[in-house]
């Protein structure tokens, strides 16, 4: 993670610094258990794992919003052991446990650096229903955003994360290849600096990470809180056998 947070020092911001973090794989689970909850039908013509509203603590939430079962997880879209989650959970998440109304899920982004920054704005350019698959794709495509931002020359990283604050979201989009990344997946150049010129909802973003990170106590990322619960694994395996418990079985 070292060359990525060297690029993050360039970023005048004041933004979240949790680690991300792999740990809590032998963490033993919170031990919560529940009778078995019977799926909640969502609405006539509707669909829980399409149905995503902003919350108002700025993350998204696909799913029942009055499912007895709430997970949620603070994500950098810079960390790989974030982006191995939700290769690993997402569909069964989704389509096992947020379909069947009985869990929802939702994600608050944890931003560790300008990279991370611009990506999430980027994610939340277009429509609420768009976050999730947006999301997933920035994850699947991290390691290349990684590779062509190490790649390009020193001078080029330091113009990116320099520029003025209303240009630099697209610089550094066009430094690791967001820009084209986005475009083919419907946000086109002009959308895309739009969003990434929204300075004031750049600080906002900024501020709601530092201090939900600072109310929770988030160290690393992913971190998961369920019924508000913070807890001590990480792993899709341990949450999903947390889910069962709680009765999502």
């Known amino acids: 993670m070292t060359r990525r947070l060297a690029l993050a020092a360039l970023l005048p911001l004041a933004l979240g610094l949790a ?3 792999k740990g809590g794989e032998d963490a033993a689970s919170a031990g919560l258990s529940g009778d078995p909850i019977a799926p909640i039908a969502a609405p006539a013509g509707k669909n829980w794992a399409e149905t995503v509203a902003i919350t108002e603590e700025g993350g998204y939430r696909m799913g029942n919003p009055d499912a007895p079962i709430k997970v949620i997880e603070y994500a950098s879209l810079t960390c790989p052991h974030c982006a191995d989650f939700t290769a690993e959970a997402g569909s069964e998440l989704r389509d096992q446990f947020v379909a069947s109304g009985r869990v929802s ?21 277009s429509a609420p229903e768009s976050f999730f698959a947006l999301t997933d794709q920035t994850f699947a495509n991290q390691r290349a955003f990684f590779d062509k931002a190490q790649n390009a020359p020193k001078p080029a990283q330091e113009a990116a994360f320099a520029a003025a604050p209303a240009q630099r979201g697209m610089a550094i989009a066009k430094l690791v290849g967001a820009d084209e990344f986005f475009a083919a997946r419907g946000i086109g150049a002009d959308q ?3 969003c990434l010129a929204d300075t004031a909802n750049a600080e906002k973003i900024a501020t709601m990470s530092n201090e939900q990170s600072v109310k929770y106590d988030i160290q690393g990322t992913p971190t998961f809180l369920i019924n508000g619960r913070k807890v001590d694994y990480n792993t899709w395996p341990k949450l999903k056998d947390e889910l069962m418990k709680l009765g999502a079985r």
């Open 19 to 21: 680690a991300c973090n």
């Open 105 to 125: 899920y939702e994600m608050r982004n944890l931003v560790r650096d300008g990279v991370d920054l611009t990506l999430v704005q980027l994610t939340r350019c």
């Open 192 to 194: 895309a600096r739009k």
